[in-house]
């Protein structure tokens, strides 16, 4: 197991790698390969390496890749990267430390276009080192993300996607009762009245859906919002009132 992401950097890489394919090593190189180094002149010796994968179960050769730069480096050496062969090549790809979203989607669609295995990790932070996200880091219309598939490695891009889904504001409060306790809740208790004397006016297609969707259901929204707001999920910018709620 090689853990040198810089391997073909070094001085002495061609030897290295000519000791690896002496000795018959299946290698695992674990933190990757930098695609800034990989030229005509290495990838033949790199395709005599018996990389693999994890498991040690098929041929797989990892490269890095965490900015477009990097991504348009996967482009212009397509035909390089090809001579590994089909799906045998893994992108090991970090978010969650300085990219945007729609450089993180540019990535992933890379592999895609390209053929490669997507493998996508969050950044962990270390002492001295914290994320640096944007703070546009919604540039692009989330309908679109949530529309990427993949023929392999589908649970990484389900990785991603959650933590997508971790960084933008919830949509509602979130229950604390069950439809059936809520109900259980109400009874003796007319809803719509007590919602009228409030100055909220409800529209609902039973009594029954009424009593299961009654405000004692669901948690407070003024500590769920300040939560959001004090783990800089998002900001608290104005307090709205609700003045009428329609409920199917």
Do not use: W
């Not at 000519?18 to 990757?32: G, L, P």
């Not at 797989?60 to 212009?76: G, K, V």
């Amino acid at each position: 197991m090689l853990l040198d992401n810089n391997l073909l950097a070094a001085e002495n890489a061609t030897e290295i790698l000519e000791r690896v394919v002496a000795r018959d090593y299946r290698v695992i190189f674990s933190q990757s390969l930098d695609i800034f180094r990989l030229t005509h002149k290495n990838v033949e010796l790199l395709q005599k390496v018996k990389s693999v994968n994890s498991r040690f179960s098929k041929p797989m050769i990892c490269f890095s890749c965490n900015s477009l730069p990097q991504r348009d480096l996967f482009y212009a050496k397509q035909d390089l990267l090809e001579s590994f062969g089909s799906q045998a090549v893994t992108v090991i790809i970090m978010f969650g430390f300085n990219t945007r979203l729609s450089e993180g989607y540019g990535i992933l669609m890379m592999t895609k276009q390209l053929g490669l295995i997507p493998f996508v990790q969050e950044y962990m932070p270390v002492p001295g080192i914290p994320a640096k996200i944007p703070e546009d880091y919604f540039d692009m219309d989330l309908d679109v993300i949530a529309d990427m598939r993949f023929r392999t490695n589908g649970q990484n891009n389900e990785k991603f996607l959650r933590y997508v889904n971790r960084r933008y504001a919830c949509h509602g409060a979130g229950r604390v009762m069950s439809r059936t306790q809520a109900t259980k809740a109400s009874q003796g208790r007319s809803i719509a009245k007590e919602l009228a004397d409030k100055g909220v006016l409800v529209m609902a297609s039973s009594k029954g859906t009424l009593k299961e969707e009654m405000p004692e259901a669901y948690k407070n929204l003024q500590d769920v919002v300040q939560v959001m707001h004090d783990a800089g999920i998002a900001k608290k910018v104005a307090r709205l009132k609700s003045i009428s709620c329609v409920k199917g």
